[in-house]
T-cell receptor
Framework: GAVVSQHPSWVICKSGTSVKIECRSLDFQATTMFWYRQFPKQSLMLMATSNEGSKATYEQGVEKDKFLINHASLTLSTLTVTSAHPEDSSFYIC?????????????FGNGTRLTVT | GQNIDQPTEMTATEGAIVQINCTYQTSGFNGLFWYQQHAGEAPTFLSYNVLDGLEEKGRFSSFLSRSKGYSYLLLKELQMKDSASYLCAVKDSNYQLIWGAGTKLIIKP
């Protein structure tokens, strides 16, 4: 089945530093990937839609200069949290949909737990 | 606005049956998904409904009524490993996924 690999699984960084999270589709090509954030006991919140070869589409309220998304190939999208602050601590999850049509489910990476100290 | 409602938490007994309901009000409808999410992990796909009726997949079944804006996930022969959050998500007219807050299911022996 379709596999999405996300790295790292967890990261601790100091306030003011930047963190890059990678999301790879291992056995399928993903023209579109999605980045979510999930705070404890809350639902998934879509941050942005990453499109291969073009600029990402950000959801309202998500700062595009703070959360940099690059989707340079059909199998890799990266999310960089720039100048991280403690309030950015969260569970970040990427997902991608294979080419199975509208009914095909999202395949999720295992998530990255970011802690900013 | 768009809204998806699920109970926050449910408790059931090992070996029993539980039904998790989901009601939605969205701008258009292009399918409904159920996902399972264990604590600290990413969601995994369970089922997809786009037409009215029941879809059965092993111990899990999902039902949809588009006229009522209603779905449920039915879990049979509950096992301890079924303790997780269950997320309902609806694809709207723009094919955007709208997520419910999830139902935390607690299984007791």
């Amino acid at each position: 089945g379709a596999v999405v690999s996300q790295h790292p699984s967890w990261v601790i960084c100091k306030s003011g530093t930047s963190v890059k999270i990678e999301c790879r589709s291992l056995d399928f090509q993903a023209t579109t990937m999605f980045w979510y954030r999930q705070f404890p006991k809350q639902s998934l919140m879509l941050m942005a839609t990453s499109n291969e070869g073009s600029k990402a589409t950000y959801e309202q309220g998500v700062e595009k200069d703070k959360f940099l998304i690059n989707h340079a190939s059909l199998t890799l999208s990266t999310l960089t949290v720039t100048s991280a602050h403690p309030e950015d601590s969260s569970f970040y999850i990427c997902s991608a949909r294979d080419a199975g049509g509208d009914g095909s489910p999202l395949h999720f990476g295992n998530g990255t737990r970011l802690t900013v100290t | 606005g768009q809204n998806i409602d699920q109970p926050t938490e449910m408790t059931a007994t090992e070996g029993a049956i539980v039904q998790i309901n989901c009601t939605y009000q969205t701008s258009g409808f292009n399918g409904l998904f159920w996902y399972q999410q264990h604590a600290g992990e990413a969601p995994t796909f369970l089922s997809y409904n786009v037409l009215d009726g029941l879809e059965e997949k092993g111990r899990f079944s999902s039902f949809l009524s588009r006229s009522k804006g209603y779905s449920y996930l039915l879990l049979k022969e509950l096992q301890m490993k079924d303790s997780a959050s269950y997320l309902c998500a609806v694809k709207d007219s723009n094919y955007q996924l709208i997520w419910g807050a999830g139902t935390k299911l607690i299984i007791k022996p």
